[in-house]
């Protein structure tokens, strides 16, 4: 089955610097990338997500990029704010026989920006 | 719409009992899948129910099961309770045919005591 790998599992940085998340995963037949967010005490919501035949994808300050020959994918926060501060997942989806997703998620990654 | 909701919010129960949890998915939504959310262990994927069907299963053991009903709505349960157990235990619905997103609830905190 799918796995997933992310890195780092946490991640400190300054205010208005820069923050690099890393997924890798194993199924090539895995065609949706998406990114979760979940601050303290809230559920994961979803922030940004790329899809197989597009190699990166930009809202904002977030953005994505995907690399399917190497198998991995990045979640990229520029100009980091303190409201960034929360735990990140990455997810890797396929579609299986009879329509539905299998999704697989990362181990999340706890980011903290210090005002 | 509303959202993916989840009851009971919060539930102590003590080793050995059985609990048994519920969501609710977005309306129209046909998929509900489980995660098992504990400190520093990320979503740990329970099982996956579409159309009334559980589609696929994580490495739980027997003690965990869950069913969903015609109407999406879907039921975890976890007999013999072990300490272990205590999590936050999060519902995901998505419409599974036109979009990958998915909707997660609040959660249900489950300590066992």
């Known amino acids: 089955g799918e796995n997933v790998e992310q890195h780092p599992s946490t991640l400190s940085v300054q205010e208005g610097d820069s923050a690099v998340i890393k997924c890798t995963y194993s199924d090539s037949a895995s065609n949706y990338f998406p990114w979760y967010k979940q601050e303290l005490g809230k559920r994961p919501q979803l922030i940004i997500d790329i899809r197989s035949n597009v190699g990166e994808k930009k809202d904002q300050r977030i953005a994505v990029t995907l690399n399917k020959t190497a198998k991995h994918f990045s979640l990229h926060i520029t100009e980091t704010q303190p409201e960034d501060s929360a735990v990140y997942f990455c997810a890797a989806s396929k579609k299986e026989s009879g329509g539905y997703q299998k999704v697989t998620f990362g181990t999340g990654t706890k980011l903290q920006v210090i005002p | 719409k509303a959202g993916v909701t989840q009851t009971p919010r919060y539930l102590i129960k003590t080793r050995g009992q059985q609990v048994t949890l519920s969501c609710s998915p977005i309306s129209g939504h046909r998929s509900v899948s489980w995660y098992q959310q504990t400190p520093g262990q990320g979503l740990q994927f329970l099982f996956e129910y579409f159309s009334e069907t559980q589609r696929n299963k994580g490495n739980f053991p027997g003690r965990f099961s869950g069913r969903q009903f015609s109407n999406s709505r879907s039921e975890m349960n976890v007999s013999t309770l072990e300490l272990g157990d205590s999590a936050l235990y999060l519902c995901?619905?998505?419409?599974?045919?036109?979009?990958?997103?998915?909707?997660f609830g609040p959660g249900t905190r489950l300590t066992v005591l």
């Open positions: 995901a619905s998505s419409p599974t045919y036109s979009s990958n997103e998915q909707f």
